[in-house]
């Protein structure tokens, strides 16, 4: 059973640097597509946008334009563990960050977003205040 869940988030500071961690469980890092996301549920639908990607079929990594150069997405195999690292956060970063992985399909990343997640973590709240 396939099991991710999101830890780091919280109150910070503009400028200063944060770190996402998602704990996984029930399949292997580097064999599936992983991305990170924010969004909220706004009237009854949520609403989320990639921040980062690492393909499945070859590691590469992806980032909107929005987030390229502060955010890096990594893995650590030997933990199963995924993380987001943001640096440089900016008020507009505030959000709830979600991590998901593809264990189903190819683990393909498309306009910088996993395009077929499977499973989500259940979100953690990043607040970046002036």
């Known amino acids: ?63 909107p334009d929005s987030v390229k150069g502060r955010f890096t997405i990594s893995i650590d195999n030997a933990k199963n563990m995924l993380y987001l690292d943001m640096n440089n956060v900016k008020i507009e970063d505030t959000d709830v960050y979600y991590c998901a992985a593809d264990t189903e399909g190819w683990g393909f990343c498309r306009d910088d977003a996993l395009l077929t997640p499977s499973s989500w973590g259940q979100g953690t709240q990043v607040t970046v205040s002036p």
Do not use: H, I, P
């Not at 780091?8 to 400028?15: D, R, S």
């Not at 064999?31 to 009237?43: P, V």
């Open 1 to 63: 059973q396939v099991q991710l869940v999101e830890s780091g988030g919280g109150l910070v500071q503009a400028g200063s640097s944060l770190r996402l961690s998602c704990a996984t469980s029930g399949f292997t890092l580097d064999s599936a597509g992983l991305g990170w996301f924010r969004g909220k549920e706004r009237a009854g639908v949520r609403e989320r946008e990639g921040v980062a990607c690492r393909s499945g079929r070859d590691g590469r990594t992806y980032y």
